[in-house]
């Protein structure tokens, strides 16, 4: 269960929501639970979950491990931090940042090789769906930005399903439309990477989870675990969506 903090929370925001939420999810065995805020409040982060299984992770990574990149910031300097997870190839990184499968694909290999655990991010725009053309979209991202990685590589990824029209609309896909983009997910790992490798991904659904609605996608066997945008900013909320 993992929280997107986006561009929210300061340092001192970020340590006033774990001495919320840290009790909330003490006894939240059932899946591992990552909260992924801003650059400049990964220490603060680290700081405050030390001791509990909550995991931190970075919302994006240079593909570099250092030069002449001004305004990235690197796996090493992640590490640093304490973080072990990282996003890559969120849709606003695809939008508004220019992010591509084949930068994708280079941000993640440079995760995997300062041992941070990938959430890469998947999804289709809204015209994309409204054309028929989900199952391609999806199929594209996968082929061009995972499905280069060695079998060894891929199997230390966490695939995560944004449709782009759920994500901070208040749309969520419904538990179906969600299940059988996971499929379409699933379907294309097998083709590149075998069977064993296409059951063991881990894939999370993101787009408006809240706690009202993360029972029934999490009623889908094909959902394995959510990627919370607005609602993992609550400390109450997230930990209720954890907690389901
Ligand atoms: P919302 O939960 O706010 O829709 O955001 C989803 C998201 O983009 C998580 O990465």
Same mark, same amino acid.
């Given at each position: 269960?993992?929280?997107?903090?986006?561009?929210?929370?300061?340092?001192?925001?970020?340590?006033?929501?774990?001495?919320?939420?840290?009790?909330?999810?003490?006894?939240?065995?059932?899946?591992?639970?990552?909260?992924?805020?801003?650059?400049?409040?990964?220490?603060?982060?680290?700081?405050?979950?030390?001791?509990?299984?909550?995991?931190?992770?970075?919302?994006?990574?240079?593909?570099?491990?250092?030069?002449?990149?001004?305004?990235?910031?690197?796996?090493?300097?992640?590490?640093?931090?304490?973080?072990?997870?990282?996003?890559?190839?969120?849709?606003?990184?695809?939008?508004?940042?220019?992010?591509?499968?084949?930068?994708?694909?280079?941000?993640?290999?440079?995760?995997?090789?300062?041992?941070?655990?990938?959430?890469?991010?998947?999804?289709?725009?809204?015209?994309?769906?409204?054309?028929? %053309?989900?199952?391609? /979209?999806?199929?594209?991202?996968? #082929?061009?930005? $995972?499905?280069?990685? *060695?079998? +060894?590589?891929?199997?230390?990824?966490?695939?995560?399903?944004?449709?782009?029209?759920?994500?901070?609309?208040?749309?969520?896909?419904?538990?179906?439309?969600?299940?059988?983009?996971?499929?379409?997910?699933?379907?294309?790992?097998?083709?590149?990477?075998?069977?064993?490798?296409?059951?063991?991904?881990?894939?999370?659904?993101?787009?408006?989870? %809240?706690?009202?609605? /993360?029972?029934?996608?999490?009623? #889908?066997?094909? $959902?394995?675990?959510? *990627?919370? +945008?607005?609602?993992?900013?609550?400390?109450?909320?997230?930990?209720?969506?954890?907690?389901?």
């Amino acid at each position: 269960m993992a929280g997107n903090w986006k561009m929210y929370k300061t340092p001192a925001e970020t340590t006033q929501f774990f001495e919320k939420f840290r009790p909330l999810v003490e006894r939240a065995t059932h899946c591992e639970v990552v909260i992924c805020p801003a650059f400049t409040s990964l220490f603060a982060a680290a700081d405050a979950v030390k001791g509990s299984a909550i995991r931190i992770g970075a919302q994006n990574i240079a593909w570099a491990k250092e030069g002449a990149f001004t305004g990235e910031i690197s796996g090493p300097m992640i590490q640093s931090t304490g973080a072990t997870y990282t996003l890559v190839g969120h849709s606003e990184r695809r939008q508004y940042f220019g992010e591509t499968d084949k930068t994708v694909l280079d941000r993640t290999k440079a995760a995997l090789s300062y041992a941070l655990t990938p959430i890469v991010c998947v999804g289709e725009r809204l015209e994309e769906r409204e054309a028929g %053309k989900t199952a391609d /979209v999806l199929a594209t991202q996968i #082929q061009n930005g $995972i499905a280069p990685l *060695l079998p +060894g590589q891929f199997a230390a990824i966490v695939i995560a399903y944004e449709p782009v029209w759920a994500i901070g609309t208040g749309k969520t896909a419904t538990p179906e439309i969600a299940a059988d983009a996971h499929r379409t997910i699933r379907a294309q790992v097998l083709a590149a990477f075998g069977e064993e490798a296409a059951a063991a991904v881990r894939i999370l659904y993101g787009g408006s989870v %809240k706690p009202d609605n /993360v029972k029934t996608l999490m009623a #889908q066997p094909e $959902i394995d675990g959510v *990627l919370v +945008g607005g609602a993992s900013l609550d400390p109450v909320s997230f930990a209720s969506i954890v907690n389901f």
